[in-house]
């Protein structure tokens, strides 16, 4: 086997962008592409997926990406947008005409399209859904009266449904009639003639079995079934709690109106997960790593503002304690690692409660019982660590009492840590707000300041 062959799909990829970049940078800046560039640059990403062609243009600066993106076959327009994040999406759109819009949305499904609307411009989507058939029509209007974390924005429309009053023999010639069957399909969905659902037929059923059987005798009636206004995220759990590769979504009277896919639950999930770590860390949205200075700007600003804020604060109690620093200079080496440790321990706890969070892990009672929990863990890591980093200080600076003010500083601020980190998600989640959001920031904030308050405080009384 060769290297190429035997090479991962994650190194093939990087491979192919870093082929991609040192064709571009075969010519100079200012001038186009050649014909014999372009060509080979065609060549090159006619023989890639939608997905890697969005991986290679989400790594390029700005001015390489549109280069290679006027390279893209028209035809591959719509599934390559769709695969893009939301903030290069629109730097391909900005750079498409009206033509070259309307073209790329030809391609898509009313379920993929309706994903696409949003980053379009406006003035153009009259038109846009003028050139629908009637059907296609009501299914993104469809998708659209739905809000962006419900499951009736996700749903695909194109699925394989049959009678329950027919063989299995019937089925097969049915299922032989299509050119291709939706991506994704592992069960048939089971209607009656009210378009009720009333159970599904998984494919390896139906190859197991006798073709004389009725769907009735095969099929399963107890169905995962979801409806359009359910969370997002919450059937994602589900997805991956039953295994699930596809499964019907019903309107509240049981009419199968639609059906949820893998693919679309792998990218809630991910898109929920990137979504919670820009929280913690305080930015606003997604960010094109090639964005504009002022995108970025205004992207990170507000959580900065917020960090200074905090940091000023944190300065201040210093401040309070400058007579003690100036007798006791070895407070001042100190000090960082009891804010440094805090922290720390601060983030580890409020990770694992936003996590819990998300999951609907914790009620009102379970929450006391974590309290109980992690100050019990901090004040046993506060007392193990705290002991350590109290006998070097011993060691060091030769005060036995400095080292007892250190462990008792250390210990305080990790049980601070804990309490923090359990009560800032709890309570940002009761008052309707992301508990990932900023948590980070906060955490850090409280340790810094609480733990400086802790450490000078106690020094001031027992060593000053």
């Not at 003035?123 to 299914?139: V, W």
């Not at 009277?253 to 919670?276: K, N, P, Q, W, Y």
């Not at 049980?415 to 900023?438: E, H, Q, S, W």
Request: proline letters at 3%; charged letters at 25%.
């Amino acid at each position: 086997m060769s290297e190429i062959e035997t090479r991962s799909a994650v190194g093939r990829l990087h491979d192919q962008l870093e082929a991609i970049q040192g064709v571009l940078h075969r010519q100079d800046d200012d001038v186009p592409l050649t014909e014999e560039l372009q060509a080979e640059l065609r060549l090159q990403l006619d023989a890639l997926h939608p997905a890697d062609i969005a991986f290679i243009l989400e790594s390029l600066p700005l001015d390489d990406r549109l280069a290679v993106w006027q390279l893209v076959k028209a035809d591959r327009d719509g599934e390559i947008l769709l695969e893009v994040s939301d903030a290069v999406r629109e730097s391909l759109i900005a750079d498409m005409d009206r033509h070259e819009i309307l073209a790329a949305a030809e391609t898509l499904d009313a379920d993929e399209l309706a994903d696409l609307v949003e980053d379009l411009p406006t003035a153009m989507l009259p038109e846009l859904m003028a050139g629908l058939d009637a059907q296609q029509r009501e299914q993104v209007q469809s998708a659209l009266s739905w809000g962006d974390d419900q499951l009736g924005a996700l749903m695909d429309f194109e699925m394989v449904t049959i009678r329950e009053d027919v063989s299995l023999e019937v089925v097969l010639r049915y299922l032989r009639r299509w050119d291709e069957l939706p991506a994704q399909t592992d069960k048939l969905f089971v209607i009656n003639q009210d378009n009720l659902l009333t159970g599904v037929l998984p494919l390896h059923w139906l190859l197991v079995n006798s073709p004389e059987k009725m769907v009735s005798e095969v099929m399963a009636p107890d169905v995962n079934t979801f409806h359009p206004a359910d969370d997002a995220y919450d059937v994602a759990q589900a997805f991956e709690r039953y295994d699930l590769v596809t499964a019907p979504v019903v309107d509240d009277r049981g009419h199968l109106i639609g059906r949820i896919t893998i693919d679309a639950m792998v990218d809630v999930i991910r898109e929920e997960s990137e979504s919670e770590a820009l929280s913690r860390g305080g930015l606003r949205e997604e960010e094109d790593i090639f964005a504009s200075v002022w995108a970025s700007l205004k992207n990170r600003w507000s959580w900065l503002a917020i960090n200074l804020v905090t940091a000023f604060i944190a300065s201040r109690v210093i401040g309070l304690f400058e007579g003690s620093i100036e007798r006791l200079v070895a407070l001042a080496a100190l000090m960082p690692i009891v804010a440094g440790i805090g922290g720390n321990s601060g983030n580890q706890t409020i990770t694992m409660i936003v996590r819990a969070l998300a999951l609907n892990q914790i009620t009102a009672e379970s929450a006391k019982r974590l309290w109980r929990k992690e100050l019990t863990v901090s004040l046993v890591n506060g007392l193990i660590w705290g002991g350590v980093i109290g006998l070097v200080a011993w060691l060091l600076y030769d005060s036995l009492s400095l080292g007892l003010v250190m462990t008792a500083a250390m210990t305080l601020n990790l049980l601070l840590a804990a309490f923090a980190g359990v009560g800032i998600p709890v309570l940002m989640t009761k008052f309707g707000r992301d508990p990932a959001l900023g948590s980070s920031v906060l955490i850090t904030a409280m340790t810094d300041s609480g733990g400086f308050f802790i450490f000078l405080g106690l020094a001031t009384i027992f060593l000053v």
